[in-house]
Every structure is written in C-alpha cells, then in structure tokens.
C-alpha cells in the first residue's frame, strides 16, 4: 500500500464550480499536510500548510484535514481558469525521518 | 524574501553523456535541500538530500550523484546517463527537514536521446 493516495484525474469543471481535491494517507503519524499546485513544466508552489487536523482557509482555498479517516481535502471555491492545473498533496511525520511523502497529483482543468 | 534558482531550464543529451544541474537558492543560510526527479503518473521521487555542505544523503541507488560545495548550492551529476534518467528534476529547500515545507525551484527538463 503506498504511504499517500491521489486520485489522478482528469477533474473537468466548468468555471464557478466548487472544486475538491482529496488525498488518503496509511501512516497515523503524519501530522504536517501540505498541497501544492503545478502548472505544466513548472516547478510545484505552495498553497497550503497545515498541522495536525482542522481547516485552514485562505482566500478561495481550505484545506481539511481528518486525522481519525487519514483523509485530507483541499477545497476550491468560484473556481477560475487559472487555477488549470496539477495538485500535488504531501505530508510528513515530522519525526526524525527526512521523508515527506507526496501524492502523484490530480490534473485540474477548468473550463471558461 | 528566498529564491531558489535552477539551471538550465531543458537540456538534451545523448546517452552515455555526462550531466551537471545545478541548484542555488538566495536569502537564506543553512537551508536544507532536495533533488528530486519527477515522472508522469508517478509523483515526485526523491533522489537526494543534504542538511549542510558536503553533506549528501542518498536515497534511490542509480547512477546520479549529487554534491554540495557551497552552502546554498546542491549539484545533481552523472557520468553517462541513460535513457532512463530522462525526466523533470526539481530541487527544492526547507528550514527544517521534518516539519517546514519544502519550496520547489522552477525545474530543469532532461531529455536523453
């Protein structure tokens, strides 16, 4: 079983829509989550950082983390044709291993 | 505010060839830093870390290297590459290598023919 689960998409939804994003997890010991967001041929840049469970918002975008399902979401809302893109979740134990464990991302289009 | 830098930004090479990316990052000291290679469908892999010069944990047996000769500088190398090392390489950094974030640099495209 891999550490991190990412479904891969293609997700399509037309422009307004609300988008959600999810990720499951095996190791009960993660406790930093992260979601980063990659245009094509471009290197991933941070969006969310969040520790241990709850939500965090930040302009158009929450992130969600349930700790008890090893479930973690990112919420987009009125979502924009520049948000086309790959989502990239991670997280890390944040114990004395280095790993951070990243899922393979979910493609994003939306569609004007 | 930092900034981490990747060069060059594609590169073709023939197999066999030798290889040198390279990797700095600015405003910041003693960062933490990462090579990584990036596949379609198959996320982000880790290939190397380093918590200080010439310091180089390796986490995937291959035929790349990687080197820290300055303290915001991280190369990634090899001597003859093979087509299978063709991919995207990301270097990223961090403050703390259990709990801060990683920041990604914009990436170098490999492409072994």
């Known amino acids: 079983q891999k550490e991190v689960e990412q479904d891969p998409g293609p997700l399509s939804v037309p422009e307004g829509a609300i988008v959600s994003l999810n990720c499951t997890y095996s190791n009960s010991a993660f406790q930093y989550f992260m979601w980063y967001r990659q245009y094509s041929r471009k290197g991933p840049e941070l969006l969310m950082y969040?520790?241990?469970?709850g939500n965090k918002e930040d302009g158009r975008f929450t992130a969600q983390v349930d700790k008890s399902s090893k479930y973690i979401s990112l919420f987009i809302r009125d979502s924009q044709p520049s948000d086309s893109a790959t989502y990239l979740c991670?997280?890390?134990?944040?114990?004395?291993?280095?790993?951070?464990?990243f899922g393979t991302g979910t493609s994003l289009t939306v569609i004007p | 505010s930092q900034t981490i830098h990747q060069w060059p930004a594609t590169l073709v090479q023939p197999v066999g060839s030798p290889l040198s990316l390279e990797c700095t990052v600015e405003?910041?000291?003693?960062?933490?830093l990462y090579w990584y290679r990036q596949a379609a469908g198959r996320g982000l892999q880790l290939l190397f870390y380093s918590v200080g010069i010439g310091q180089i944990s390796s986490e995937v047996p291959q035929n790349l290297s990687a080197s820290r000769p300055q303290d915001r500088q991280f190369i990634l190398s090899s001597k003859k590459l093979l087509l299978s090392d063709s991919g995207f390489y990301l270097c990223?950094?961090?403050?703390?290598?259990?709990?801060?974030?990683?920041?990604f640099g914009p990436g170098t495209r490999l492409t072994v023919l």
């Open positions: 991670a997280m890390s134990a944040g114990n004395t291993g280095n790993q951070f464990y």
């Open positions: 405003g910041t000291s003693n960062p933490n």
């Open positions: 969040t520790y241990s469970s």
């Open positions: 990223a950094w961090s403050r703390d290598r259990r709990t801060d974030t990683q920041y």
